[in-house]
């Protein structure tokens, strides 16, 4: 749905406030944050031009460059930038590289989660380098139509996706993920991605349902994902994820996180499981419902009888 453009308006203009051209595809207008008095780092002019030009002149331009940002990834394939959650025990993410090419470690990051989505892929072979997957899902209840081998109707009935299928009798033959997509910086401009295993499903979703209950959209705030220790009942230690409250954002901040949403909304649908993700996955041993996945669900419970941080969220 496109928003109307404001008519033209005088120098002085009386509602600085007015609807701005619309991102594509976006369900709201596209909002800029406060004025910057200098001139803002990408805009190719002197400070005295944007010195020269009225609030509303400035807004416009602003939003117009949001636009055409948002149209540059249009019909292109996004490889999002991703923070690699550990494999092997360690409670550290994986936040890049140093000039060395080693990696930069990290026991929590935060950001501000503008989409999130359970997927799965099932691969006949994992041992083929970038095969496409041979059945796959977009929201784990059924498959997408057209894949070359469904194994199933539905996920829940494929024999693909029982526990116990997976590499030497442990975790899933068809893997699942959990697809966390968030602005790691407070002006990004493109979503950063972490993907999760489905021991994670749990406690994001207390962690989901206890921002629910405050009153407070997951956009409206910066979450903090903690890397802590667990334990399966059957004794495997692994690496959790405890999803924690940050700071709320100012109204702008939001709406600007709703609009790089929108812009990326189909890229992120489309992400999907990758093979090398698929193949990770494989060494994986515990499994959603055990001891370790219900302790942090009951960190995130306490988290959820907090009263909220600041009161209301403003609107």
């Not at 306490?302 to 600041?310: H, I, K, L």
Request: hydrophobic share 35%; net charge negative; with cysteine.
């Amino acid at each position: 749905m496109t928003t109307p453009t404001a008519p033209p308006a005088a120098p002085d203009d009386p509602n600085p406030n007015r609807a701005l051209p619309a991102v594509p595809g976006a369900s709201l207008p596209a909002t800029v944050p406060t004025i910057p008095t200098l001139v803002p780092p990408a805009f190719e002019m002197s400070q005295e031009e944007w010195a020269g030009m009225d609030d509303y002149e400035k807004r416009t331009l602003m939003a117009a460059f949001q636009d055409e940002l948002a149209r540059t990834t249009e019909g292109t394939k996004v490889d999002f930038p991703e923070f690699k959650y550990p494999q092997s025990g360690s409670k550290f993410w994986i936040v890049g590289k140093d000039d060395n090419g080693d990696d930069i470690p990290a026991g929590e990051i935060q950001g501000t989660i503008i989409f999130a989505q359970p997927v799965r892929s099932w691969w006949e072979n994992k041992d083929i380098t970038n095969s496409p997957p041979d059945c796959k899902s977009m929201d784990t209840k059924v498959p997408v139509p057209g894949m070359p081998k469904v194994q199933s109707k539905t996920c829940a009935s494929c024999p693909r996706s029982q526990w116990g299928t997976g590499k030497d009798g442990r975790g899933q033959d068809c893997t699942e993920r959990l697809n966390v997509f968030f602005l790691y910086q407070v002006d990004d401009t493109v979503p950063t991605l972490v993907s999760l295993p489905p021991t994670q499903l749990k406690p994001y979703g207390a962690y989901a349902v206890a921002l629910r209950q405050k009153g407070l959209p997951i956009s409206a705030i910066r979450t903090r994902m903690k890397l802590v220790g667990a334990k399966s009942k059957g004794g495997i230690a692994y690496t959790g994820v405890h999803f924690m409250q940050g700071d709320k954002l100012g109204i702008r901040e939001m709406q600007r996180s709703m609009s790089i949403r929108d812009a990326f909304h189909e890229h992120m649908l489309s992400r999907g499981v990758r093979l090398d993700e698929a193949q990770e996955a494989e060494d994986l041993g515990p499994q959603p419902g055990d001891d370790a996945v219900e302790t942090i669900s009951r960190e995130a419970e306490a988290e959820r009888r907090e009263p909220p941080r600041g009161g209301p969220v403003p609107f």
